[in-house]
């Protein structure tokens, strides 16, 4: 891969600039997540509209790669707006379409790290059906 | 630097007889800094095992006819290797496993489910790498003994000795585990010090020398320990098998671990006996060809010498230490020189390791990002992960160099 596919500007950008960085207190949906592999950590708050089903406002912090503090940036823009369900149903292309960087597979770990704690919290707080490969994340508490 | 009467290793001379270094010749050669997470391997041991398949392979301890006799002592040479490797009395002490942590959980399933209880303490330290932490955990969780880690001190995230008394009020020490050298910051820990207390407390210690027994001379029965644990891939072996020694009291006083082909004496409706050591702990059929290679690997190692080994990582630990000291926001983890295996765990500010290691692979430059199996340290630490660096026989000082180009570039990128 060449160099500058995987930090392109865009990544840079979104890594040193996160969109929705922050806490939202009392939110409707949380969840936190780690990719076990690097010691990557995400958190995610969901606050929904007055449908109580539509995406009004989504926040994350964590720690980690470029990659995955990036990715998860990217995801906070393209989430906001939309139902739970469709989140719920997004397949992981969509984000890695917009991450726009080939992947090794310990990388798309990283890019896709944010996602998947906002499917477990749309699980956790909708029901929303859980994708298998997401599954395992539903049991981890960070302390 | 010490100065030793070992002649000094030709570590180019020595890179020509590792068939990897050989692929991907030009800028983007390898240059490989990542040896306490597996070594690369030496024509001669990939060798050694290519022949044993054509010329001497059968199933060991079970047939009669003169290959399989031929395979098994073949088998049993490399574990008399093993025995003098480590200055073990005898070769009932040493067990073959598949890996470290497989030894390290014998011991603590064998011994730990048998002799701990409630009022107990099973201790490791912060700088345990999980295999011989979360045995512990999991043993003194299921016996009711207490768990407990000594803490590191900050300035050189070295043991904190100073603890000790204080833990040993926690209860009755039945166990010690603890590493030789740290596989994450390089911390060399005093192991012989912290096993005669161990002693005194009436407890055992269990030694991990994963990052020890690839690069300095160990001698287990100076040592002052009750078990010792290695793994072969570490140390220019194969993947796939990993040694446990213990004092034969010991051994001769526990349970097996794994049970069933090849580790019984006896077997009827009523009872089952045990072989004799050390077959009673290796159930079913051993990584025979692995063995060969550790066998192979341990006289490599011996012609070279672990002496001239061992200097020579203190040289290259100390280039190291000194080029990646130039560069502006790096901070280096873990003790001076002289108390340090040849691994150097760094943070680049501002820099995940995780990206340092993306860009750094860009350049050829192969080292470890993560936690390194001691998240409990990393936490400790303030970090989620470090970028780490380690060395071998093989390690040039180019490929230092290589290292330091690729942190300035990795600086760029994300300034």
Redo the contacts between chains.
Sequence with gaps: ?A?DE??REVI?DHYKNPRGHGVIEGADAEADGQNP?????VSIYVQFGADNETIEDVKFRG??????QAATSMLTEMVTGRKATAIAEMPRDELLEEVGIPLSPV?LK?ALLGLGVLKVALHRAKGTPLPEEWAGMDELKLT | MAVTSARQLDAAALRAQFPIFEQAGGARRLAYLDSSNSSQKPRAVLDAMQTFYETSYANVHRGVYELADRAAAAFEDSREKVRAFVNAGSQREIIYTRNATEALNLVAYAWGLENLGPGDVALVTELEHHSNFVPWQLIAERTGATFAAIPIEGGNHELDLSKLDEIAKRGQIKVLAVGLVNNSLGVVNPVSELAAWAHEQGAICVVDACQAAPHRPIDVQTLGADFVAFTGHKMLGPTGIGVLWGRQELLQSMQPFNVGGGQIRHVSLEKTTWNDLPHKFEAGTPPIVEAIGLGAAIDYLNEVGLESIEDHEVEITEYALGRLGEIFGLTIFGPPLERRGGIISFDLDGV????VA??LG?EGVAVR???HCT?PL?KRLGV??TTRASFYLYTLPEEIDRLVDGLHRAKK??A
Excluded at chain 1, 37 to 41: K, P, S, Y
Excluded at chain 2, 352 to 355: A, G, V
């Design positions: 891969m160099f995987m930090y840079l592999l690097c010691g990557d950590e720690r980690g790669c470029a990659i995955s990388r990283c | 995940h390791p995780h990206d993306q860009i860009n990002a993560g936690h998240q990393m989620a992960a990128v994300f």
